[in-house]
């Protein structure tokens, strides 16, 4: 049920909601101080038993507010009203990613989507910030057709081992099993696991269907550590072999063995920009 539509958080509005997710709700919001539309995400307070958390996630938002990229979107305040906390962020009006998969996409439209938000990846591990849940719900689409990457270090603001265990961990329940790498599931975020997730999510655009599947979140991650990655060829044979191996190579189970960084896996996109797919070959085991 959307119980806070029609509510005050302060001086936002909540007009509608947008979304809902396991660890917070998004709605659209009016800020009437400064008389514009904004983006509110509201977390759910019983995530987090720690005293501390209010602070610890004051401390956090403050952090992300200092990203500036253009394709991050901005984190614009941060707080909480009646003990309920909230980051606001920039509206961007249009739909996400996840909204368009389904079917497999051409490898070099893909490619030149998410290159830029590799960049973005790639600007924020130089800040020393994580994202920790790459994924297509939060990769939003303007209406001019720029990607922009959502969300960022929000799981590290729900985490309740970060001010305990410092940047290298989180919860093992933050973040989503289908798009987490196998040392996230054991615990550890590092920029690796950005890289894998985004390799993911690549893997998804252009095959039509994600890697891994399961009756539970657990039986998800542990096929992401244990389970050879399906060939991307296996599923769409006419895919380019210069696609696939940059999919191997990302998507690969021990951090060493994939790309170096961030930097490098972006330069790999941008050199798959205008790979074209041959035609003639249907697609197999896609999903819908």
């Known amino acids: 049920m959307d119980s806070l539509s029609g509510r005050s958080l302060g001086r936002y509005h909540l007009l509608e909601q947008l979304g809902e997710g396991g660890m917070a709700t998004v709605y659209k919001a009016f800020d009437t101080r400064l008389e514009r539309t904004v983006a509110i995400k509201v977390i759910r307070t019983d995530l987090d038993q720690d005293p501390q958390f209010l602070s610890r996630f004051d401390r956090e938002a403050k952090a992300l507010a200092r990203l500036s990229h253009p394709q991050i979107v901005h984190v614009l305040d941060a707080g909480e009203s009646d003990g309920i906390p909230f980051v606001v962020m920039d509206f961007v009006k249009g739909g996400t990613l ?29 800040q020393g910030i994580i994202h920790r849940d790459v994924k297509p719900a939060n990769i939003l689409l303007s209406e001019d057709g720029r990607a922009m990457l959502s969300d960022f270090g929000i799981a590290k603001l729900l985490d309740p081992q970060a001010s305990a265990t410092g940047p290298t961990m989180t919860g093992v329940g933050i973040g989503t099993p289908d798009y987490m790498a196998p040392e996230q599931g054991l615990g550890q975020a590092t920029p690796q696991t950005d890289l894998y997730a985004l390799g993911v999510v690549f893997y998804e655009m252009v095959t039509g269907r994600r890697p891994y599947a399961g009756d539970t979140p657990i039986a998800v991650l542990l096929k992401h ?28 189970k021990k951090p060493q063995d994939r790309y170096p960084d961030m930097a ?8 798959l920009a205008d790979v074209t797919q041959p035609q003639g070959t249907r697609p197999s085991g896609s999903e819908g």
Do not use: C, F, W
């Open 98 to 126: 996840k909204q368009q998969l389904g079917s497999p996409m051409d490898p070099g439209s893909a490619a030149r989507m998410l290159a830029p938000i590799a960049r973005a990846l790639e600007y924020a591990h130089t």
């Open 264 to 271: 490098a896996l972006a330069t790999a996109l941008e050199g």
């Open 225 to 252: 550590a244990t389970d050879p990655l399906p060939r991307p060829r296996d599923l769409v044979p006419n895919l380019p072999v210069e696609v696939e191996r940059v999919l191997l190579r990302a998507l690969a």
